[in-house]
């Protein structure tokens, strides 16, 4: 059934069984931030010799690992490092880079902050890469759907009162359409923070019909 022909709603009488029935909308926006933010902090230092690169790097990294942990991003698969190591003329170069995987901006904005206060110089510091999971937007919309069948509900419920009825069941429910709209921003201009959250909305409508009946039938 598409939006068209369901935008009516109103107290009526069905043709062949003759009960009492309210149509009605629902509707609902939920707006969600990216559950996911994927940044690199990287590591170079420049030595004469295999083993002094090393110990000056691991030295550095060892306090970035410590520094992320802290802001308690440990589970397995959110923090992966990688290494290269090549010569540069007679000494040897070190790059290592961790790449980590935190569950919102803040978390990123704090471990930034942290490292470049006391490694100024010493790293570098990707931009963060904002995205939603599918369990998130999978969630997102569960939500909306359920929410515009509660305002389909209360809305059924204050036209029955006004005749003197009662909602007693659903006779028919269907959701005619469900849809995302992406890159949304969620923070003000100036709300002073430097990384805007990257927010999306989805929007539920669905279609109802409900049986009504007289307080005393109840």
């Given at each position: 059934?598409?939006?068209?022909?369901?935008?009516h709603?109103?107290?009526?009488?069905?043709?062949?069984?003759?009960?009492?029935?309210?149509?009605?909308?629902?509707y609902?926006?939920?707006?969600?931030?990216?559950?996911?933010?994927?940044f690199?902090?990287?590591?170079?230092?420049?030595?004469?010799?295999?083993?002094?690169?090393?110990?000056?790097?691991?030295?550095?990294?060892?306090?970035?690992?410590?520094?992320?942990?802290?802001?308690n991003?440990?589970?397995?698969?959110?923090?992966?490092?990688?290494?290269m190591?090549?010569?540069?003329?007679?000494?040897?170069?070190?790059?290592?880079?961790?790449?980590?995987?935190?569950?919102?901006?803040?978390?990123?904005?704090?471990?930034?902050?942290?490292?470049?206060?006391?490694?100024?110089?010493?790293?570098?510091?990707?931009?963060?890469?904002?995205?939603?999971?599918?369990?998130?937007?999978?969630?997102?919309?569960?939500?909306?759907?359920?929410?515009?069948?509660e305002?389909?509900?209360?809305?059924?419920?204050?036209?029955?009162?006004?005749?003197?009825?009662?909602?007693?069941?659903?006779?028919?429910?269907?959701?005619i359409?469900?849809?995302?709209?992406?890159?949304?921003?969620?923070?003000?201009?100036?709300?002073?923070?430097?990384?805007?959250k990257?927010?999306?909305?989805?929007?539920?409508?669905?279609?109802?019909?409900?049986?009504?009946v007289?307080?005393?039938?109840?």
């Open positions: 059934m598409s939006a068209s022909n369901v935008r709603e109103g107290i009526s009488t069905l043709d062949l069984s003759g009960k009492q029935i309210a149509k009605v909308e629902g609902s926006e939920v707006l969600v931030d990216a559950d996911i933010i994927e690199e902090i990287l590591v170079q230092m420049t030595k004469s010799s295999v083993e002094e690169v090393n110990i000056s790097v691991s030295k550095r990294i060892d306090y970035v690992l410590y520094v992320v942990k802290s802001f991003v440990k589970d397995e698969g959110t923090i992966r490092v990688r290494q190591l090549c010569k540069d003329g007679s000494n040897f170069r070190l790059i290592k880079e961790v790449f980590i995987v935190c569950p919102d901006l803040k978390t990123y904005e704090e471990i930034s902050n942290k490292l470049t206060e006391k490694l100024n110089g010493l790293v570098r510091i990707s931009s963060a890469r904002q995205r939603y999971s599918s369990t998130c937007l999978q969630q997102a919309r569960e939500k909306a759907a359920l929410l515009s069948v305002n389909a509900y209360r809305k059924a419920s204050q036209m029955a009162r006004v005749s003197g009825q009662e909602v007693a069941m659903a006779l028919y429910l269907e959701e359409e469900c849809r995302q709209e992406d890159n949304l921003r969620g923070v003000n201009e100036f709300s002073g923070d430097v990384h805007r990257l927010t999306c909305k989805l929007i539920s409508r669905v279609f109802a019909i409900y049986e009504l007289n307080f005393l039938e109840q």
